[in-house]
């Protein structure tokens, strides 16, 4: 599977003219019908007995106009696994700004953020499909790594090195740290949410953002 979804979207990648993405030179009306198409198939009826022509009949193209977009299903997955993510996955958790940051208020923006993804119903279908398919097919998983937890981690190292640049924080370790903090804020929350279980109250959340501020803080706030 890796061979083929690599080389169908470099192979596109390399058509694309500079300044235009690859999905904008393809059609992106085209493209967001068969995205959206096997989005509902893959969840509604499986990634193993959906078939392209499936795909097509319900994006409303031909298989011919299919292909052009996706080399196969396998392509269309790892698409579909990297636009979810970013659609239903955590918004930005954080941007560079000019002037000093407000350590607290920071730390909880990016918290709710972070934890208002797990509230999503169609996110959690997508992280079945993802478990399901992650196993046999390890790109999966590369993909939805990158798009989802990586990307998040990486926000929150940038702001904390803006943190320590500022004396805010004394932190060693960085990714170490961008880890433990966003473990802090999701507690069992990623656990329930796989299983269907009630998710937290908007109450028990801010207590669990704000818990998980104050121990990350004792560790790594100068003293």
Not at 115 to 143: K, N, Q, W
Request: proline letters at 4%.
């Amino acid at each position: 599977m890796a061979g083929h979804g690599e080389k169908a979207r470099t192979r596109r990648a390399a058509k694309a003219p500079e300044g235009k993405s690859a999905a904008a030179q393809r059609g992106e009306a085209k493209y967001r019908q068969i995205l959206d198409a096997a989005r509902d198939l893959f969840l509604s009826d499986g990634f193993d007995t959906t078939s392209m022509d499936a795909i097509a009949l319900r994006a409303g193209v031909s298989k011919a106009t299919l292909y052009v977009h996706f080399e196969d299903k396998d392509d269309l997955l790892l698409a579909l696994v990297d636009d979810e993510c970013r659609r239903c996955g955590p918004q930005v958790l954080w941007t560079a700004k000019e002037g000093p940051l407000d350590l607290k208020k920071d730390l909880r923006a990016i918290g709710t953020t972070f934890l208002r993804a797990f509230f999503d119903r169609e996110g959690l279908a997508l992280h079945r499909l993802i478990m399901t398919c992650a196993s046999r097919y390890p790109r999966v998983a590369e993909v939805f790594m990158k798009a989802g937890p990586d990307r998040c981690e990486a926000e929150v190292r940038a702001f904390l090195r803006a943190a320590q640049s500022q004396g805010l924080l004394n932190v060693p370790d960085i990714a170490l740290a961008a880890t433990q903090f966003l473990c802090l804020v999701q507690g069992k929350i990623i656990l329930k949410w796989s299983l269907s279980l009630e998710v937290p109250s908007e109450a028990e959340c801010h207590r669990m953002i704000n818990g998980a501020i104050k121990v990350f803080l004792a560790a790594y706030q100068p003293k």
